[in-house]
């Protein structure tokens, strides 16, 4: 619903962070937050929240996940192709058979 906060410690330091929660000058916060602004210990969890999300190492990168993925429908195409080739060979067999008796009738 709003911006990735992640790296929101680091891009405006401690004193960018705590203007911005004291002000709450975002279009998303300010209906919640109009009439009852964060109190002094609220900001205060909040920037130390921001400031250790930010300091943790990042979780799985997105090419891995890409990978991942990519793995998984390559195999799921394999087995699709391995499981639908009896079936595939099954429908030729009785389409040639027909043609065969087919011509065979003609002669």
Do not use: C, H
């Not at 975002?26 to 009852?36: G, V």
């Not at 909040?46 to 979780?59: I, W």
């Not at 009896?86 to 003609?106: H, M, N």
Request: charged share 20%.
């Amino acid at each position: 619903m709003g911006p990735d906060l992640t790296k929101a410690y680091s891009k405006l330091g401690p004193q960018g962070l705590n203007s911005a929660l004291e002000t709450l000058f975002f279009p998303a916060m300010t209906p919640l937050f109009a009439y009852r602004p964060l109190t002094d210990e609220e900001r205060r969890n909040l920037a130390a929240f921001l400031q250790s999300v930010d300091r943790q190492q990042p979780g799985t990168p997105t090419w891995a996940i890409a990978a991942i993925a990519l793995a998984i429908v390559l195999m799921l195409i394999a087995v699709t192709g391995i499981a639908g080739r009896q079936r595939i060979q099954s429908v030729r067999r009785a389409l040639l058979e027909r043609v065969r008796v087919q011509t065979v009738a003609k002669i």
